[in-house]
């Protein structure tokens, strides 16, 4: 199956986009499908704008993170959106077959304005963001969009603007699928959202002991004010990172009992995540400090990944313009 996704480089990534897509994204490279996994710079720009001093090293360091997370650009085509112009031009098409009210009717749109109430996001751009985001789907024939349960519905959208498409012009795009991620949301250490603006994030190029300072002081289950206090894990943000680390069957038992019956403490408990993190985390961290041995290595991959990208772009673009009947 070929596969795209992205991630927006609005911050140094952080172990929730471990968590979230980029641990799924290596297994499903390494389950042999296509994959095109690209970092969505103009999408930060929908809603970051006006705070693009650090832009370049952010986007750098998301192609870091896919490079340190395993993501092999022998396998996979890695590459930045603003190097394949051809997602704007092909936005800017679908945007003269896309009704307003289609737009209007995104969730997110009015959800995110409403989070993000201290920006000014009457942007046309932020509105037009499931264009461009249909644009960087179909504009490699991607069958399979890796997404979490937010993205649902912009994937939906990209199928009824594929459908529009071939429906007025002829056949050239398929409908893709989500993958829905079965992993839920990873909180913030103080069990808000993972949020650069909260500082409740865990980046995920710091080293054990960076780990274990962002963990040992980690909210927990409220009611479990001293050690004698019983607790409930599904009240606990550590418990969902015990989830996320793979917690076995017998550490599992070990936990719920211990926290429900007072029997042991938060940080024996913290202790055995921060093994279980350790265990998953080491090789990303080692791959972080092989990646930095060579300056130019990530620059490397970002030029030979949008080579790969553009001509695939490029020829769709072609038949697009041909069933357009647009002279250039
Ligand atoms: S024992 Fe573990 S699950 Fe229970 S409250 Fe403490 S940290 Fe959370």
Redesign the pocket.
Known sequence: MRILSGVRPTGKPHIGNYIGALRNWKRLQDEGHECFYFVADWHALTTSYDETDELKSYTRDVMRSFLACGLDPEKSTLFVQSAVKEHSELALLFSMIVPLSWLERVPTYKEMKQQLSEKDLSNAGFLLYPVLQAADILIYLAQGVPVGEDQVYHVELTREIARRFNFLYGEVFPEPQSLLSVVPKLPGTDGRKMSKSYGNIVPLENNYSEVEKKILP?M??P??KRKTDP???Q?????SY?IAFGIDEQDSQW?IE??TKAK???I???KLLLRNMRRELEPIWERYSKIDSDPHFVDDVITKGNEKARLIAQKTMQSVRDRMNLLF
């Open positions: 980690m927990t289950d009611a479990r607790g409930d894990p009240k606990c943000p550590v418990w015990h936990v211990g926290c042991i403490g938060c024996d408990c913290k």
